[in-house]
């Protein structure tokens, strides 16, 4: 069973920074892409953030590029998405997400929220 | 960027009759594999979205028959034959052909 559980979200101040991790499981994780997509309170989807099969190449979209930065580490079959110099407009639940066209695997880990107040 | 335009936003619908959410898009989401990269899915209440139906026509594993999508090139459709009440919630159409990967606004079907 394909399992993908995120941590790390939490309350932070304006400027700060968190680790979001997202423990994968059930799947071969190092043939698939990985994703981030966050959704503000009460708003719509936002892709974040992908990166490939084997960490070579990132993607972001430009509200995130400069201050987020996404890894992978296959030994631990994690993802990670590094966010710094937060700002109130990144509060959202933060969701990790396997799109797998070519192994018809498509699933959405339950999100972790990350809160930026003063 | 791509932007993708949902219609309507909201959608009442009576148990057991059919509904339709249009998803257009700005530029058309053929790759050149032949393959349609466009989804959709469905967010239930409190739930993580839940993928529907994937390359724009094909059913993922578990999703009723009565969900079906088509289109091709710009616009596109997703249909319910009967809408049940369990079909409650936002759906979304995603585009995938190119980064950033973008989401129409959402359609929020509620029973009448």
């Known amino acids: 069973e394909v399992q993908l559980v995120e941590s790390g979200g939490g309350l932070v101040q304006p400027g700060g920074s968190l680790r979001l991790s997202c423990a994968a499981s059930?799947?071969?994780?190092?043939?698939?892409?990985m994703h981030w997509v966050r959704q503000a309170p009460g708003k719509g989807l936002v892709w974040v953030s992908s990166?490939?099969?084997?960490?070579?190449?990132?993607y972001y979209a430009d509200s995130v590029k400069g201050r987020f930065t996404i890894s992978r580490d296959s030994a631990e079959n994690t993802v990670y998405l590094q966010v710094n110099s937060l700002r109130a407009e990144d509060t959202a639940v933060y969701y990790c997400?396997?799109?797998?066209?070519?192994?018809?695997?498509?699933?959405w880990g339950q999100g972790t929220l990350v809160t930026v107040s003063s | 960027d791509v932007v993708m335009t949902q219609s309507p936003l909201s959608l009442p619908v009576t148990p057991g009759e059919p509904a339709s959410i249009s998803c257009r898009s700005s530029?058309?989401?053929?790759?050149?594999?032949?393959?349609?990269?466009l989804d959709w899915y469905l967010q239930k209440p409190g739930q993580s979205p839940q993928l529907l139906i994937y390359l724009g026509s094909n059913r993922a594993s578990g999703v009723p028959d009565r969900f079906s999508g088509s289109g091709s090139g710009t616009d596109f459709t997703l249909k319910i034959s009967r809408v049940e009440a369990e079909d409650v919630g936002v759906y979304y159409c995603m585009q995938t052909v190119q980064t950033p990967y973008t989401f129409g606004q959402g359609t929020k079907l509620e029973i009448k």
């Open positions: 997400v396997l799109i797998g066209y070519d192994t018809s695997s498509f699933y």
């Open positions: 059930g799947f071969t994780f190092s043939s698939h892409w």
């Open positions: 530029q058309s989401l053929l790759r050149s594999n032949g393959y349609t990269s």
């Open positions: 990166i490939n099969a084997d960490g070579s190449n990132t």
